[in-house]
C-alpha cells in the first residue's frame, strides 16, 4: 500500500483565499483524522472520521475551518477565508481499527506545508 | 481528560551516547501509550508502542520505553544514538474508553552531534 497521501505537499496562498488540502486514507482503515502542528502549540487534533462518520470536531479552531470524509477513500480539510495564522503543516492519518486495542495505532501522511501570506 | 507533558524541546547528545526522550501523562483511565518520530519534512512514523503487558516495549531502531504507572511516564531511550537518530520525537496517548482519539505531547526535537 502506498500509505496515507496527502495533496498537495506545499501550499502557498493570500489572505482571504479558500484553501483545500485533501487525503487518502489507507486502503481498509475505517478512521481518518486530521492534525495541525505548529511551534507554538505541537500537533493539535482538528476532526476524526469513523467510517466516514464525524466523531470529534472539537479540535476544529473556529467556524472558518470545515473537513469532510464523502466516502471511505478521500476526506478534505477546507479552510475559508484563510489567515496568516493558520499556517501550519496539517497532517491526515488513518487507523485500521476502531476498538481494536492491539491493533491500534496511527497511520500518518507526509503533511501539507500551509504558508498563508 | 488525557495530557502529555515531554519536558525538554531540543535535546542535544553525542553519538554513541544515551538517548533519553521524557514524557509523562495524565490520565483516569489505563492509557495506551506510543512514541512517533517525524524525520524533516515527513510525516510521522510509530516507534513503539504500550497497551498492556510487558511495561518495557521495544522499537524500532533500537529505541525502547519503560511504563512507569506509578510515575505516570513513558520515557523512550536509546543506549547509543546515532547520527540517523536526529528527528523530532513525540510521545502520545489515547484514552483507554476512546481508543480513536490521540493527545500528542510537544514534541522534542533530538539532536546528536559527531
Known amino acids: 500500500d502506498a500509505g496515507v497521501i496527502q495533496s498537495p505537499r506545499h501550499e502557498v496562498t493570500e489572505m482571504g483565499q479558500e484553501v483545500t488540502l485533501r487525503c487518502k486514507p489507507i486502503?481498509?482503515?475505517?478512521?481518518l483524522f486530521w492534525y495541525r502542528q505548529t511551534m507554538m502549540r505541537g500537533l493539535e487534533l482538528l476532526i476524526y472520521f469513523n467510517n466516514n462518520v464525524p466523531i470529534d470536531d472539537s479540535g476544529m479552531p473556529e467556524d472558518r475551518f470545515s473537513a469532510k470524509m464523502p466516502n471511505a477513500s478521500f476526506s478534505t480539510l477546507k479552510i475559508q477565508p484563510s489567515e496568516p495564522r493558520d499556517s501550519a503543516v496539517y497532517f491526515c492519518?488513518?487507523?485500521?481499527?476502531?476498538?481494536?486495542?492491539?491493533?491500534?495505532?496511527?497511520?500518518f501522511g507526509s503533511g501539507t506545508q500551509l504558508s498563508v501570506l | 481528560a488525557q495530557s502529555v507533558t515531554q519536558l525538554g524541546s531540543h535535546v542535544s547528545v553525542s553519538e554513541g551516547a544515551l538517548v533519553l526522550l521524557r514524557c509523562n501523562y495524565s490520565s483516569s483511565v489505563p492509557p495506551y501509550l506510543f512514541w512517533y518520530v517525524q524525520y524533516p519534512n515527513q510525516g510521522l512514523q510509530l516507534l513503539l508502542k504500550?497497551?498492556?503487558?510487558?511495561?518495557l516495549v521495544k522499537g524500532i531502531n533500537g529505541f525502547e520505553a519503560e511504563f512507569k504507572k506509578s510515575e505516570t511516564s513513558f520515557h523512550l531511550t536509546k543506549p547509543s544514538a546515532h547520527m540517523s537518530d536526529a528527528a523530532e520525537y513525540f510521545c502520545a496517548v489515547s484514552e483507554g474508553d476512546n481508543f480513536n482519539k490521540f493527545y500528542f505531547g510537544s514534541g522534542t526535537k533530538l539532536n546528536v552531534k559527531p
Open positions: 504500550y497497551t498492556t503487558g510487558a511495561t
Open positions: 486502503s481498509g482503515h475505517n478512521s
Open positions: 492519518a488513518s487507523s485500521p481499527s476502531q476498538g481494536a486495542r492491539d491493533n491500534e495505532k496511527l497511520f
